[in-house]
């Protein structure tokens, strides 16, 4: 089974503060992807990232960076310089090699104060 | 490219008829797609797998007989709530996999359903 734990909730930050959003991961399968996502209030669905089991290395991309860390089997995401924009759910999900049923997290809410 | 469209956006209809919502590919063809269902404040959760041209497996929970799946081609999934209930009032969003792609779901921007 597959399973992964965003443990917090919501967020808030003043603008311009950086925030990391945690997310940890469970699968036995060896082949694995995980995706970011962000949700505004409209509620489509904004892919960020995917990232394949094979490739730990960091990503950055603007203002977003990505930790990949299988030793704990961890995938955060940093948002620096926040900005009010940045509010929103996001989502952190993972699809195994096997089909590519997503498992999404529980989703963190983050509000960017101005 | 890669665009997932879902129709209606929004419908409110009346408790005990039958609601259908479309998700199309636009410019890819797609012979997965995906329906999740997202109630207020939580996550999504998959409800089937929708397969072109077979019968849609269907995720533990999900009644079958009241949300029924219909993928015909390579670019059309609909999925049809039948005899609405309230609580059946979420967010539904599909997903569309382009055939030949591996791990890789395109969104639709959703569709809310408020069953009266």
């Known amino acids: 089974a597959q399973k992964v734990t965003q443990a917090q909730t919501e967020i808030s930050v003043v603008e311009k503060e950086d925030v990391t959003l945690d997310c940890v991961y469970e699968t036995r399968d060896t082949t694995y992807y995980l995706f970011w996502y962000k949700q505004p209030p409209s509620g489509e669905l904004v892919f960020l990232i995917r990232r394949n089991s094979f490739d730990e290395q960091n990503e950055i991309s603007g203002r977003y960076s990505w930790n990949f860390q299988k030793s704990t089997s961890s995938f955060n995401f940093t948002i620096t310089a926040s900005q009010v924009v940045d509010s929103a759910v996001y989502f952190c999900?993972?699809?195994?090699?096997?089909?590519?049923?997503?498992?999404f997290g529980k989703g963190i809410t983050l509000s960017v104060r101005p | 490219g890669a665009v997932v469209s879902q129709h209606p956006s929004r419908v409110i209809c009346k408790s005990g008829t039958s609601v259908k919502i479309e998700c199309r590919s636009l410019d890819f063809q797609a012979t997965t797609m995906f329906w999740y269902r997202q109630f207020p404040k939580q996550s999504l959760m998959l409800m089937a797998t929708s397969n072109e041209g077979s019968k849609a497996t269907y995720e533990q929970g999900v009644e079958k007989d009241k949300f029924l799946i219909n993928h015909a081609s390579l670019t059309l999934s609909t999925l049809t709530v039948t005899s609405a209930h309230p609580e059946d009032s979420s967010f539904y969003i599909c997903?569309?996999?382009?055939?030949?792609?591996?791990?890789?779901?395109?969104f639709g921007p959703g569709t809310r359903l408020t069953v009266l």
């Open positions: 997903s569309a996999e382009r055939t030949g792609g591996i791990n890789e779901q395109f």
């Open positions: 999900a993972l699809s195994t090699g096997a089909n590519s049923k997503l498992t």
